[in-house]
């Protein structure tokens, strides 16, 4: 693309998608209203642990990778990808509005020949019932004028086998021409894309990889609990299970789901149901279990409080190994951990936390301490 590419949104799917593209020639555009990102982007100073300072600096250097929180240099570039967030509202309903904003802002640099990619986890229905009216506010028709379509990020943060260059690209488009031109970016810099045939499927699809985790989830982690009660080791359960070869796939149980995706995304789908009379019961469900585990977790702990040290909750000194939602990462978003230490402190204990990923939570008035157990009544690895 002789005009190259505008990503829209410099966070953790954005910034590494722009690594991709610029090492396969493009010329890559970030774009950011956040002015403190542009600068740091500009000087090579990395904020994405996926994409280390090293690597943007030789991006920046040798591949002409810039940033910038312009959007009227939207007009120049051929492709424009919109990597934003959609969280939920406090009522667990999809909040568009940071897309839609964006949407308007590009729809006043829209020009023909434009293709427009939507790849921000969402509801089935978005590409096509919220941004294309949004983009042909401009005047402009999707699919004759300028293409558009979908195509989900698939980023696992800290993951070094799987990343955003080898993992296959899911692409959608608003017509079978919008599909083409987005498969044909996509391939430029992607190992395997695999077209689909509307933007709709290509939106569920991503939902259906994010809702298989957390049912799967929900379940080892109902089966933790009743392990529990039963006296029965729930890893050599597992460890047992997993030694089949067929029809058996193995997930662990832990203190809940993190990140920006697995808790998030399976609310978008039951949202949308409810539009066609329909309930999801079971996603709704394994969102109810996952979402009980740190109060499990706490139960642990007092057990263990009781019965090992004859000691409650209240006074007692606790030490959560790991606040981020995964490990070796700093993303602490809708980690389990966080509600962990906030249940524990809530129940009278003293609580610090140690993690070299995350240096502090501010939100809690917490920095990390160093790594002393002896000091503390119970070490909880998270």
Same mark, same amino acid.
């Given at each position: 693309?002789?005009?190259?590419?505008?990503?829209?949104?410099?966070?953790?799917?954005?910034?590494?998608?722009?690594?991709?593209f610029?090492?396969a020639?493009?010329?890559?555009?970030?774009?950011?209203?956040d002015?403190?990102?542009?600068?740091?982007?500009?000087?090579?100073?990395?904020y994405?642990?996926?994409?280390?300072?090293?690597?943007?600096?030789?991006?920046?250097?040798?591949?002409?990778?810039?940033?910038?929180?312009?959007?009227?240099?939207?007009?120049?570039?051929?492709?424009? #990808? &919109?990597?934003?967030?959609?969280? *939920?509202s406090?009522?667990? !309903?999809? @909040?568009?509005?940071? %897309?839609?904003? +964006?949407?308007?802002?590009?729809?006043?640099?829209?020009?023909?020949?434009?293709?427009?990619?939507?790849?921000?986890?969402?509801?089935?229905?978005?590409?096509r019932?919220?941004?294309?009216?949004?983009?042909?506010?401009?005047?402009l028709?999707?699919?004759?004028?300028?293409?558009?379509?979908?195509?989900?990020?698939?980023?696992?943060?800290?993951?070094?086998?799987?990343?955003?260059?080898?993992?296959?690209?899911?692409?959608?488009?608003?017509?079978?021409?919008?599909?083409e031109?987005?498969a044909?970016?996509?391939?430029?810099?992607?190992?395997?894309?695999?077209?689909?045939?509307?933007?709709?499927?290509?939106?569920?699809?991503?939902?259906?990889?994010?809702?298989?985790?957390?049912?799967?989830?929900? #379940? &080892?982690?109902?089966l933790?609990? *009743?392990?529990?009660?039963? !006296?029965? @080791?729930?890893?050599e %359960?597992?460890? +047992?299970?997993?030694?089949?070869?067929?029809?058996?796939?193995?997930?662990?149980?832990?203190?809940?789901?993190?990140?920006?995706?697995?808790?998030?995304?399976?609310?978008y789908?039951?949202?949308?149901?409810?539009?066609?009379?329909?309930y999801?019961?079971?996603?709704?469900?394994?969102?109810?279990?996952?979402?009980?585990?740190?109060?499990?977790c706490?139960?642990?702990?007092?057990?263990?409080?009781?019965?090992?040290?004859?000691?409650?909750?209240?006074?007692?000194?606790?030490?959560?190994?790991?606040?981020?939602?995964?490990?070796?990462?700093?993303?602490?978003?809708?980690?389990?951990?966080?509600?962990?230490?906030?249940?524990?402190?809530?129940?009278?204990?003293?609580?610090?936390?140690?993690?070299?990923? &995350?240096?502090?939570?501010p939100e809690?008035?917490?920095?990390?301490?160093?790594?002393?157990?002896?000091a503390?009544?119970?070490?909880?690895?998270?």
């Amino acid at each position: 693309m002789s005009g190259g590419i505008a990503i829209v949104g410099a966070g953790y799917v954005g910034v590494p998608m722009a690594q991709v593209f610029a090492e396969a020639g493009h010329s890559v555009l970030l774009v950011d209203v956040d002015a403190e990102r542009v600068a740091r982007l500009n000087r090579g100073d990395s904020y994405i642990e996926d994409v280390p300072s090293e690597t943007l600096q030789r991006l920046v250097r040798d591949h002409g990778l810039r940033a910038t929180a312009d959007y009227d240099e939207l007009r120049e570039r051929d492709a424009i #990808l &919109v990597a934003l967030p959609t969280p *939920l509202s406090k009522q667990r !309903e999809p @909040d568009l509005g940071i %897309v839609r904003a +964006a949407g308007a802002d590009i729809a006043k640099r829209l020009r023909r020949g434009h293709l427009v990619v939507l790849q921000s986890t969402t509801y089935p229905g978005t590409t096509r019932d919220c941004l294309l009216p949004i983009l042909e506010e401009s005047g402009l028709k999707a699919g004759s004028d300028f293409h558009l379509a979908f195509a989900p990020e698939r980023v696992d943060p800290g993951n070094r086998d799987w990343t955003t260059k080898n993992v296959t690209k899911v692409v959608g488009g608003i017509t079978p021409a919008c599909t083409e031109a987005a498969a044909k970016l996509y391939a430029s810099a992607i190992g395997t894309v695999h077209p689909v045939s509307s933007p709709e499927a290509a939106e569920l699809s991503k939902l259906l990889e994010n809702i298989f985790r957390s049912v799967n989830i929900a #379940l &080892v982690n109902e089966l933790a609990q *009743l392990c529990d009660r039963m !006296e029965i @080791d729930v890893w050599e %359960v597992l460890d +047992a299970a997993s030694t089949k070869p067929f029809g058996f796939m193995p997930f662990q149980p832990g203190p809940g789901l993190g990140g920006h995706c697995i808790p998030v995304d399976p609310f978008y789908l039951t949202w949308k149901a409810r539009e066609f009379d329909f309930y999801t019961e079971f996603v709704e469900l394994a969102g109810k279990v996952n979402e009980n585990m740190p109060y499990f977790c706490r139960s642990l702990i007092s057990q263990a409080l009781n019965h090992g040290k004859e000691r409650s909750l209240k006074g007692s000194k606790v030490l959560v190994l790991g606040v981020a939602y995964k490990a070796d990462i700093a993303d602490v978003r809708e980690s389990p951990a966080l509600k962990l230490v906030e249940l524990l402190r809530n129940g009278g204990s003293e609580v610090s936390y140690h993690d070299p990923h &995350v240096p502090e939570l501010p939100e809690h008035g917490l920095r990390s301490s160093p790594l002393e157990p002896a000091a503390y009544d119970c070490v909880v690895i998270v």
